[in-house]
C-alpha cells in the first residue's frame, strides 16, 4: 500500500479531506499495528505533506520550480516495456546514454556500447565501494533526488581516504511511472557527475515489482567505486586520545531539502545545491594531506549523535565537541529551519566533513578545507558536547530526529526497553536461520 500515492490520487480527484482522512486510516490499521488515534494523524500529516510539496508550483523563483517540476512525458513505465528488456526498454537506454555520454571521458567502456559494465583505468592498492539509496520522500522529485544520493555515496567513498573513480545506478519506477523521472533521476547524477570529474558508467533500470505494483513510486539507488594509491583508508577505528576534530560547513543534503519540502521552506534547497564537501576532499588528496588524517567521516545518519557514538565505540575513545563551534558550521538558514521546527541539529543529517588528526597537522588542513577545530579525542569511550562549560552525553535516539510531519507522528511509535530487546533478539534469530541457510547452500554448491 502507498499511502502517499492514495492521498496524492485522492487530492487530483477533488475528495474531500474528511473522506481521505476515513477510508485512509481503515487502509492502514488493515496493514500496520497502529491506533485509530495514531492512523488518524498520520493520514493527516500526509495530506498536509502532500500538499505543502504542491505548493511549490505557486513559488515564483522559476529556477526552483525548474528544477522541481519533473516534466512529464506522458509515456509509463509499463506502456513502453520500460524494465521488460525488449524494443521500448533498449530504447529508454539509449536516452539514458544521451544524458550520460558527458561524463564519460575518462572510461574505456561506458553506457554508450550499452554494454553491462563500464571499464575505467586505474591502480589501486584498495579499493573501495559505497552504495547509497534514494531518498524515499524525494521520489517526486528525481532530479534532486539523483543529485543528493550521488553526493551521498561519493561521500561515502571520500572520507575513506579514496578517489572516486566511477559512479553506477540503479533505479526501479512503478508501473504507472511517467519515464521522465527516470531522465530526471540521471540528470541529477550527472549534475554531480560532472561537476567532481567521476563519470556514471553503468547502470540498471526496471519496474518496481514489474506487473504487479501500480502507482508511480520510484526507488533508487547510486554507488560509487573508490581507489586507495598510497595511503591507509581513514576508518572510524584509528582515532587516537589526542587528536584534534575538526569540522566543514554543512548545509544537508537529500534529508535536508526534504525537510525544506515538506514544510513549504522551499529556498533552504538551495543551500543543498553545491559540492563543497566533495572539493574539499579533493582537495585534501590533491595537496596530498590525507596521509595526516586518522579519521573523515560525514555527518549524515543519525547526525552528530550518531557519528559520534559509533566512532567512540569503534575506536575506545571519547569525542568532546564544543556545542558553540558545531552550531556555528551548520549553514544559517538551514539552522533557522531547524530551530524553527523544533529539529534537533545534532540528531539530522547536516553533510559536514568531519576529520580526526593529530594537533601538528590541523593548521595547514584548516586551510585546504576551511574546516574549523570543534573538539578533541580524549579517554574513554563515550562521546559529549560541551555547552557553557557543562559536559552533555551524545546519545544517539532511537531514530533520527524527526524532520517531516510524518515522521513526527511515526516518532509516537517507537517500541519501549522490553519491547526493543524482544525485536532485537528475534531479529538475532532471523540473521542465524540466514546464517544455516548459506551454510547448506554451501554445501550442495
Do not use: W
Not at 332 to 353: C, E, F, T, W, Y
Amino acid at each position: 500500500m502507498d499511502i502517499e500515492g492514495y492521498v496524492k490520487r485522492c487530492l487530483e480527484r477533488k475528495t474531500p479531506e474528511n473522506k481521505i482522512i476515513e477510508d485512509g486510516f481503515k487502509r492502514l490499521m488493515e496493514v500496520k499495528k497502529i491506533d485509530e488515534r495514531t492512523a488518524k494523524e498520520f493520514v493527516e500529516a500526509v495530506i498536509q505533506e502532500v500538499k505543502t510539496t504542491q505548493s511549490y508550483k505557486k513559488i515564483d523563483d522559476e529556477k526552483l520550480k525548474y528544477i522541481l517540476n519533473c516534466k512529464k512525458s506522458g509515456v509509463g513505465m509499463g506502456e513502453i516495456g520500460g524494465g521488460s528488456r525488449g524494443e521500448g526498454d533498449f530504447f529508454i537506454h539509449r536516452q539514458i546514454a544521451r544524458i550520460i555520454e558527458s561524463t564519460n571521458q575518462k572510461t574505456e567502456v561506458d553506457s554508450r556500447e550499452q554494454d553491462d559494465a563500464g571499464v575505467v583505468k586505474s591502480n589501486a592498492n584498495y579499493i573501495v565501494v559505497a552504495v547509497d539509496g534514494t531518498h524515499s520522500r524525494l521520489s517526486d522529485f528525481p532530479f534532486l533526488a539523483g543529485f543528493h544520493v550521488t553526493r551521498a555515496c561519493l561521500r561515502d567513498v571520500f572520507v575513506m581516504g579514496a578517489n572516486p573513480v566511477a559512479l553506477i545506478s540503479d533505479i526501479h519506477l512503478a508501473d504507472d511511472g511517467d519515464v521522465s523521472k527516470i531522465f530526471d533521476f540521471t540528470g541529477g547524477i550527472c549534475a554531480v557527475s560532472e561537476a567532481i570529474g567521476v563519470p556514471l558508467v553503468a547502470g540498471s533500470t526496471l519496474r518496481v515489482g514489474g506487473d504487479m505494483v501500480l502507482g508511480d513510486r520510484m526507488v533508487s539507488s547510486v554507488g560509487a567505486i573508490g581507489v586507495i594509491e598510497d595511503n591507509k583508508p581513514t576508518a572510524r577505528k584509528r582515532a587516537e586520545v589526542g587528536d584534534v576534530i575538526l569540522m566543514t560547513e554543512g548545509s544537508g543534503g537529500g534529508t535536508i531539502s526534504t525537510t525544506a519540502l515538506y514544510y513549504g521552506m522551499f529556498d533552504v534547497i538551495y543551500e543543498t545545491l553545491n559540492v563543497d564537501f566533495l572539493k574539499a576532499c579533493k582537495n585534501l588528496i590533491k595537496h596530498d594531506l590525507l596521509k595526516y588524517i586518522h579519521v573523515m567521516t560525514d555527518i549524515t545518519n543519525g547526525g552528530l549523535r550518531g557519528d559520534a557514538y559509533e566512532i567512540s565505540k569503534t575506536a575506545n575513545v571519547s569525542l568532546e565537541f564544543y556545542k558553540d563551534e558545531i552550531y556555528s558550521l551548520i549553514n544559517p538558514k538551514v539552522l533557522d529551519m531547524l530551530n524553527k521546527l523544533n529539529i534537533d541539529p545534532l540528531g539530522i543529517s547536516v553533510d559536514s566533513l568531519l576529520i580526526i588528526a593529530p594537533k601538528e597537522h590541523v593548521d595547514e588542513i584548516m586551510k585546504k578545507t576551511d574546516a574549523k577545530m570543534v573538539g578533541e579525542v580524549k579517554e574513554g569511550n563515550t562521546s559529549y558536547i560541551i555547552d557553557n562549560g557543562k559536559k552533555i552525553p551524545l546519545i544517539p535516539e532511537f531514530r533520527e530526529a524527526a524532520y517531516t510531519p510524518v515522521k513526527k507522528v511515526v516518532d509516537k511509535m517507537k517500541p519501549d526497553k522490553e519491547e526493543f530487546e524482544i525485536m532485537k533478539e528475534k531479529v538475532k534469530k532471523a540473521c542465524d536461520e540466514a546464517i544455516k541457510k548459506k551454510e547448506f547452500v554451501k554445501e550442495l554448491l
